[in-house]
């Protein structure tokens, strides 16, 4: 297996043994069994559902974890995963994040040993699929304003109001849904296949991560036991506290993204001629190459010092932001530069590149908009909060 192609400042040397061996086979799963099924796939905008089960058993969904068959992987190895599984996708590193870093972890982290061993094992596995349910249609950057609520009645909780942009919702057999509760406090509350009152659509017409399946769902007296609700969260700082594993993973796996479009980039500009001289030769399009290079550069060791500082329990939320916001935008320009280059054949199929450039729209938006990490960490620095309110 060989080292990812761009590596301008030798990071191989500063990853394990074994955090090489989770991204080889990461990237031999892609190009073995994904790859054929990405353009089909994204054409038809649905996502190839075999994966999922795959994906599990190869532990890509929270492998740094150390219970559930884990074997506790460090974050960087995580972050390679993921790099891998969006060079080919977002859309296939969305279902991982989704999957693991929000699912699974938030029963991991706040639900009883009896909730791990009824929901995780299928989670992990990937026989059974995930939700994290949190935006709504009149609150996705402000959660906090959250309407859905969770009405206490004798043994069962009854869900009443909306979700929206669900990554799975249509499908997921385990929703974990956020609601306030009688006191008004953030809980979280897991919605099996087919309980009544829950209904999903998905959501059509997409022109970006549209391997995806996103839905709306609505709550109408969904009626829960009260053994499903997962018992220590109490308040925004657990949903919170998810996001920033996903912000993590995608801090990494834009970079993914990044290499391909660069790499196809660079390729084409040296077999394209124009002028009578390969394109790469003309000092504006190789000023994009080496934009390209730099940035993918910076991206991969902030990226690596992140998930260095989160080994050492030593990242805050802010630097997570700081890493999310920065690798996001990165891949997204280098994903125009590339298209650019690619003149008239940028805008098909045939490259990868538009289909990076349109899935890059989403996750430059979701789990945080670019504007919001601003904030994050412009309160960080400042100890002001700009978010209004
Ligand atoms: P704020 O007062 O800042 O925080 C409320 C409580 O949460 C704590 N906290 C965190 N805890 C752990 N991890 C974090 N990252 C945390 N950020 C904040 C905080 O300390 C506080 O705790 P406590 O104990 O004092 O209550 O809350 P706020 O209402 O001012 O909101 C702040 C804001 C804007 C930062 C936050 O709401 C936010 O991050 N908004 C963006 C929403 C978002 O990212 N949604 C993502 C939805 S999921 C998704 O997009 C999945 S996409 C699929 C895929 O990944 O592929
Ligand atoms: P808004 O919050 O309405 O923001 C619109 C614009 O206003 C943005 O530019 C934003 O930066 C700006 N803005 C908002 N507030 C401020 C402020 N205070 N100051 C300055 N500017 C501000 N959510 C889930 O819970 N689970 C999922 O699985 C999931 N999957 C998704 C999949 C896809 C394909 C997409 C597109 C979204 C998904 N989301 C999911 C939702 C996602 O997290 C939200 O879209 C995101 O948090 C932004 O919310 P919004 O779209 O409502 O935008």
């Known amino acids: 297996m060989t080292t990812t192609s761009l590596d301008y400042y030798a990071m191989e040397e500063l990853l394990t043994e074994e955090e090489r061996a989770a991204r080889d086979r990461a990237r031999q799963f892609v190009q073995e069994e994904a790859m054929r099924e990405i353009v089909p796939c994204h054409r038809a905008g649905k996502f190839p559902e075999h994966l999922i089960p795959r994906m599990g058993a190869l532990g890509f969904y929270a492998p740094y974890l150390k219970e559930h068959g884990y074997t506790g992987l460090s974050h960087t190895a995580y972050g390679l995963i993921m790099q891998e599984l969006e060079r080919a996708d977002s859309g296939l590193r969305s279902l991982a994040s989704v999957q693991g870093a929000l699912t699974i972890q938030a029963i991991h982290s706040f639900g009883s040993p009896e909730q791990h061993a009824r929901w995780l094992p299928g989670l992990v596995s990937g026989e059974r ?146 002028f009578d001289r390969p394109i790469a030769g003309f000092q504006l399009v190789q000023e994009k190459l080496v934009w390209m290079v730099q940035e993918i550069t910076k991206a991969q060791l902030l990226a690596l010092r992140l998930t260095r500082m989160m080994e050492a329990g030593g990242a805050i939320p802010a630097q ?70």
Request: aromatic share 8%.
């Open 129 to 274: 699929v995930g939700c994290f349910a949190l935006t709504e249609h009149g609150h996705g950057s402000d959660p906090g304003g959250m309407e859905t609520r969770a009405t206490r009645d004798g043994d069962y909780y009854i869900l009443n109001g909306s979700k929206c942009w669900i990554g799975n919702a249509s499908i997921a057999d385990v929703k974990v849904v956020w609601a306030k509760d009688d006191d008004g406090r953030v809980g979280g509350f897991v919605v099996e296949k087919d309980a009544p009152g829950f209904r999903a659509q998905d959501i059509e017409g997409k022109f970006s991560l549209r391997m995806s399946r996103t839905s709306e769902c609505w709550f109408e007296n969904c009626r829960i036991p009260v053994e499903n609700r997962l018992p220590t969260t109490s308040g925004l700082a657990a949903p919170l506290s998810c996001l920033s594993h996903a912000r993590a993973g995608i801090a990494w796996g834009v970079i993914g993204a990044a290499i391909d479009c660069y790499e196809t980039a660079l390729a084409y500009a040296k077999a394209r001629k124009q």
């Open 320 to 389: 997570i932001s700081l890493a999310k916001r920065n690798n996001a935008w990165m891949a997204l320009e280098c994903a125009r530069k590339a298209r650019d280059i690619l003149g008239a054949a940028g805008i098909t199929d045939r490259y990868s590149v538009i289909r990076h450039l349109m899935n890059l729209e989403t996750v430059y938006t979701y789990e945080g908009t670019h504007d919001i990490h601003t904030l994050i960490v412009g309160r960080d620095i400042t100890g002001l909060d700009a978010f209004g309110g």
